[in-house]
């Protein structure tokens, strides 16, 4: 079936430093959605994009929907503890009632 | 505004048991509801989704069901369990109109021994 693929797997870095994760597909996507997930929990609505080009924040966190529609990207500044999580993309096709996920971006944060 | 419930929260069961997970979403009407599996480390893996009561789509075929008898619950069920059913199953929900995102309950740990 179809698949996002998602980059990083996983990211070990400082706290205080910037992260960026990306999902590609070759098909192309008329959603996309980033989630978090904390362990032992449901994943977490971060941010919703809807149009190609589209550039949207939720404090520290920044996303964009590709050009194409067929990639975003997630950017989170000035990491803290609490961001530790596995993030994931999603997207959606048409009038789909069903989401493409990708594999998760696993984030761990150093103090 | 809405909110969505599994239970239980926790499941430990035997081999050949019979399993009954339960979801239910409250503030809003005929929503889509989403049953998912998460293998441990893994992604989301979708199992069913019901656009509608009595309206069941299958995506994997495997040893669970699953039903929606009223408009707001969604129960996965298996008659006789396999070790390989083990997993985090996680329920989910969203608007019935065009391009909505979905909205996750905090899952179920479902462990066969």
């Known amino acids: 079936g179809q698949q996002l693929n998602q980059s990083p797997q996983s990211m070990f870095i400082q706290e205080g430093e910037d992260v960026s994760m990306n999902c590609t597909s070759s098909s192309i996507f008329n959603t996309w959605l980033w989630y978090k997930q904390d362990p032992g929990e449901g994943p977490v609505l971060l941010i919703a994009?809807?149009?190609?080009?589209e550039l949207t924040s939720n404090g520290r966190l920044t996303a964009q929907f590709g050009i194409t529609r067929k990639d975003s990207f997630l950017n989170i500044s000035a990491s803290i503890p609490s961001d530790v999580g596995i993030y994931f993309c999603a997207g959606q096709q048409g009038g789909a009632q069903k989401l493409v996920f990708g594999q998760g971006t696993r984030l761990t944060i150093n103090p | 505004s809405q909110t969505i419930h599994q239970w239980p929260a926790t499941l430990v069961q035997p081999v050949g048991s019979p399993l009954s997970l339960e979801c239910t979403v409250e503030?809003?009407?005929?929503?889509?509801l989403y049953w998912y599996r998460q293998a441990a480390g893994r992604g989301l893996q979708l199992l069913f989704y019901?656009?509608?009561?009595?309206?069941i789509s299958s995506e994997v075929p495997q040893n669970l069901s699953a039903s929606r008898p009223q408009d707001r619950q969604f129960i996965l069920s298996s008659k006789k369990l396999l070790l390989s059913d083990s997993g985090f199953y996680l329920c989910?929900?969203?608007?019935?109109?065009?391009?909505?995102?979905?909205?996750f309950g905090d899952g179920t740990r479902l462990s066969i021994l």
């Open positions: 994009l809807y149009k190609a080009g």
């Open positions: 503030g809003t009407s005929n929503p889509n």
């Open positions: 019901s656009v509608g009561i009595g309206q």
């Open positions: 989910a929900w969203s608007r019935s109109t065009r391009i909505q995102p979905q909205h």
